[in-house]
């Protein structure tokens, strides 16, 4: 699927540590990028990349499977593009690794969707905080809602009346982009396209990387060098809040040739390592 766009002249987009803290239920993170018309730069930049690894000829099973995925959530996201203005799209995003990988596709896909000449400054998306969220994911959300250009609004909330306040403040939005995966809590029977359940707000819930396995979401962050929260170099798979959430047991050091040293201190190896879908939430208490 072709990704490039007629050149952008703007610079390329980075990360800025001076982002302003952000706010909660309702407010949103505001970008100390003002005077940025477009995210049309950072989108045209990550087409560029996406592209670059849809054309290569990759040399093991594994990235040719995550090439292919590529392909497939690419088209689920086009097809959600096509259906809905952009206004009436937004993205769930939280710093996680999967919803992460759903958001470089998401911005990769717009220069070459029917709203590419009217890009906005930032994207539309909501981040439900934890109960109690880690300090780095707090970080690592800030960070990236400056590199991405993200118009995030932050709720401390549950997640249904969260997404019911959401929806109230943001009436025309009817359709969010989720990053859960077939092996996620209530995922396994999940398609591209739901609709919520009875009871939820009314909204469709469209799942490009859902049949995504957890190490394709990591061949896609590592080959494309997307920098990712730095508590997936510390052993943890799955991100959840601080009361809930540990390192994976699955990557605790073990023997000599990791360094002996690193068992008896309890040191895990990164998120990468894992292989096992079923073995991502072992860190998890649910």
Not at 66 to 89: F, N
Request: with cysteine.
């Amino acid at each position: 699927m072709p990704l490039r766009a007629p050149e952008a002249t703007d610079d390329k987009i980075g990360g800025n540590e001076n982002a302003p803290k952000p706010l909660t239920n309702g407010t949103t993170t505001t970008s100390p990028r003002q005077n940025v018309e477009s995210i049309l730069p950072i989108c045209q930049e990550l087409a560029d990349k996406v592209n670059e690894f849809l054309e290569e000829k990759v040399d093991t099973p594994l990235l040719r499977r995550t090439q292919e995925q590529t392909r497939v959530a690419l088209g689920v996201i086009s097809t959600a593009l096509e259906a809905y203005s952009l206004d009436e799209v937004s993205l769930s995003y939280n710093g996680g690794k999967d919803c992460l990988v759903l958001l470089v596709l998401l911005l990769a896909a717009l220069p070459t969707s029917p709203h590419a000449s009217s890009l906005p400054a930032r994207l539309q998306s909501v981040y439900i905080i934890s109960p109690h969220p880690f300090s780095e994911v707090s970080s690592f959300v800030e960070t990236t809602t400056d590199t991405y250009q993200l118009d995030l609004a932050h709720y401390s909330l549950p997640m249904k009346e969260a997404f019911r306040v959401y929806l109230e403040e943001h009436k025309r939005v009817k359709a969010i982009l989720v990053g859960t995966r077939r092996t996620d809590p209530h995922g396994e029977c999940l398609t591209h396209f739901d609709k919520t359940d009875h009871g939820w707000p009314d909204f469709m819930r469209v799942h490009p990387v859902i049949d995504w396995h957890y190490a394709e979401i990591w061949a896609f962050i590592r080959h494309l060098q997307i920098p990712y929260c730095v508590l997936y170099d510390q052993g943890y798979t799955s991100l959840g809040g601080t009361t809930d959430t540990h390192p994976n047991p699955a990557l605790k050091s073990q023997n000599e040739s990791e360094g002996g040293a690193d068992a008896k201190q309890g040191k895990f190896r990164p998120a990468y390592e894992l292989i096992e879908d079923k073995a991502e939430r072992l860190g998890r208490d649910w």
